[in-house]
């Protein structure tokens, strides 16, 4: 009964706005949040919208404890936004707003229900995780029947590589098992939430419904389904949330409540994508203003957080889904193009709800200081606090894929280059991209990748060189920070083409889709895909991730010991991960010959080590002057002091 209880409680607060404006005879429209609870430390402020409801007087009904403080009215007369004060003493309940106006009478029930006890200070993501990044619709579709639905603008063609594909958090669950058995702890989708564009909605960045999931995906009730079947696997769930901007097709475009909800563009203005001008001491306000105020692309109008309603907006709704659906972490999209002072305020008032929550923001640029500016408690010179815990270490992730880059063909010629047009194949840009974590605030809330969906699919940047591919899975389990693998990469998904290709490198994972001549899922379809060329190394890669992930599982050394590290020569590079308990030796071969391991150069550290255990065989090894270690392969060694 308990269960079943709770069941009608979600429902209730997931589809109150559509029943209740039935009952209001269609005069209100939306009411967001959807629902709240008791206990809460983020005060709530309602958004009402519907005709002319900007006109009305608003009483509140219900038990003690709740009380309307303040009525705002909107540039626009039908919105009115609400200030409600919900006691300690509250009792949770459905509460009655009253809104009268010319004679008329409307009654609107509004859900308060009690917080979920420790909710406040749930843990999330940290060091001790490896999260695993999918593109949702390319994932499995677990449900056919949704692939399409007639409230949404785009129809399902799997076909066309920049269309919806029909996979949907149905196809999530059914394979986490497949997720926890990788090694992975935490899953973090690309958004899910409404994006009704009717073009490429499949990548979720131009959302038109803040508070409800994509229909083509599920519902709200699956998504808290989804986080329930996740953690009962030990895997945490992390929401990407886009703040910077929304979506041309949401419903307020067509009724702004403020004239400066969004930033007005007319004529177009596209954003000048530069990072550096929110922390240069130089610029123009000028470039600042386009950088800030410039819509990312012309379907996606840039939102206006300097609008106390809208910042005051987003903290809810950030707020409100993970009370809703006990999700455990955020990442953010595009984090530098948001005006960065109210940003800053935004990530406060998440981690003031919730101390221990972890949000990773979207600081693509390859310099070093430019990254470190945005981690929380930063020591900038302009006395800048951005509140947000982790960064992502696009620094690290260029220079892995440096070290193990191959040539590709120039474009209509014979000879080669590096990919990417960088110099070559060279481990020595690992260490220096590691030589600079003097200037980071904290080491522990980075976030390390390979790749990520607006990367060029990492195997094909390696040349489809699985030996690289083994390389890199040894740094992203070995270094320091928060590792993220994307999906597909554990058995070296590619394209054939090293360049960004967006729809096609957010490919489809064999085996998701009902036919598929391929199930990558089991060891029993990687065994029989392993006659194909194409997939010839998936089942071997496959392991040897799944070997380190679950490995590194149980290493505190990993998750929180030091690192000391070795010039790199001959194009090789040795480090040590230690603690007082434990050390772990990493050797990186990324030459064309095999190399001794030079033991004695690394004696500071390595001397009275004596045996260890390699950790991708088990077997005991007493590693010497003498130890060889092949072309392009890893070596890695536990010791216990």
């Known amino acids: 009964m308990d269960r079943i209880a709770k069941k009608l409680v979600a429902l209730v607060c997931g589809i109150l706005c559509s029943v209740t404006a039935m009952n209001a005879q269609k005069i209100i429209q939306h009411v967001e949040p959807l629902c709240w609870w008791t206990g809460m430390n983020t005060e709530l402020q309602l958004l009402v919208h519907g005709h002319q409801i900007g006109q009305a007087d608003v009483t509140l009904e219900g038990g003690a404890g709740v009380y309307i403080k303040a009525v705002h009215k909107a540039d626009s007369p039908n919105y009115l936004f609400i200030d409600l004060q919900i006691d300690a003493a509250a009792k949770p309940g459905t509460y009655t707003f009253v809104f009268r106006q010319d004679g008329v009478t409307v009654r609107y029930p509004y859900q308060i229900n009690a917080r979920a006890a420790g909710s406040a200070l749930r843990e999330s993501y940290t060091t001790a995780d490896l999260i695993y990044l999918i593109v949702p619709d390319r994932f499995a579709d677990g449900d056919p029947s949704i692939d399409s639905t007639p409230d949404t603008a785009e129809k399902a063609n799997r076909q066309q590589p920049m269309g919806r594909h029909g996979g949907d958090i149905q196809g999530i669950i059914d394979h986490l098992d497949y997720i926890a058995d990788l090694g992975a702890t935490a899953l973090w989708s690309t958004p899910l939430l409404g994006d009704n564009a009717r073009h490429g909605s499949y990548h979720g960045y131009a959302c038109s419904d803040y508070y409800h999931i994509d229909p083509r995906y599920g519902t709200n009730e699956k998504y808290k389904e989804l986080v329930e079947a996740a953690h009962a696997r030990g895997i945490k769930i992390v929401m ?22 969004i930033h007005v563009n007319e004529p177009y203005i596209n954003s000048n994508h530069t990072m550096s001008l929110a922390l240069d001491p130089n610029a123009s306000k000028a470039d600042l203003a386009v950088m800030e105020e410039g819509w990312f692309s012309r379907g996606m109008p840039d939102m206006n957080l300097d609008n106390p309603y809208m910042l005051k907006y987003f903290q809810q709704w950030a707020v409100w889904w993970i009370e809703y659906s006990g999700l455990d972490g955020f990442r953010v999209d595009t984090w530098f193009y948001n005006e960065k002072v109210p940003m800053s305020q935004w990530a406060k008032a998440v981690t003031d709800e919730y101390p221990h929550f972890n949000i990773v923001g979207e600081n693509w640029n390859a310099n070093p200081d430019y990254c470190a500016y945005w981690q929380k408690d930063n020591p900038n010179r302009d006395g ?29 010629a014979a000879e080669q280059q590096p990919a990417r047009g960088r110099r070559g194949a060279d481990i020595s840009a690992v260490y220096n991209a590691l030589s600079h974590d003097f200037i980071y605030h904290d080491l522990s809330h980075m976030l390390i990748f390979l790749s990520n969906h607006d990367i060029a699919r990492i195997g094909d940047t390696f040349g489809q060189d699985p030996r690289r591919m083994k390389m890199a899975f040894t740094l992203l389990a070995t270094l320091r920070g928060i590792p993220q693998l994307f999906y597909g990469d554990e058995m070296m998904f590619t394209i054939g083409n090293p360049r960004r290709d967006d729809g096609r490198l957010r490919m489809d994972f064999p085996g998701g889709w009902a036919g598929d001549p391929v199930n990558l899922f089991t060891e029993e379809g990687r065994r029989k895909a392993s006659a194909a060329p194409e997939w010839a190394h998936a089942q071997d890669l496959h392991d040897y991730a799944r070997t380190l992930f679950q490995w590194r599982k149980g290493k505190e050394v990993i998750h929180a010991g030091k690192t000391l590290h070795f010039l790199p020569q001959d194009n090789t590079y040795g480090y040590f991960r230690y603690n007082e308990k434990e050390v772990v030796f990493v050797f990186v071969n990324n030459s064309q010959e095999a190399k001794n391991v030079p033991w004695t150069r690394f004696k500071e550290i390595s001397e009275g080590l004596g045996a260890g255990k390699d950790v991708i065989t088990g077997e005991r090894i007493t590693v010497s002057d003498s130890t060889v270690v092949p072309a392009l392969s890893t070596l890695i060694v536990e010791f216990q002091k």
């Open 240 to 261: 990407d949330v886009v703040t910077n901007h929304a979506s041309t097709e949401h419903w307020w475009m067509k009724d702004l409540p403020f004239k400066d909800w």
């Open 384 to 412: 800048f606090n951005s509140y947000l815990p982790s960064i992502m270490d696009f620094p690290l992730q260029g220079a892995i894929s440096q070290a193990f880059s191959a040539p590709i063909p120039r474009e209509g």
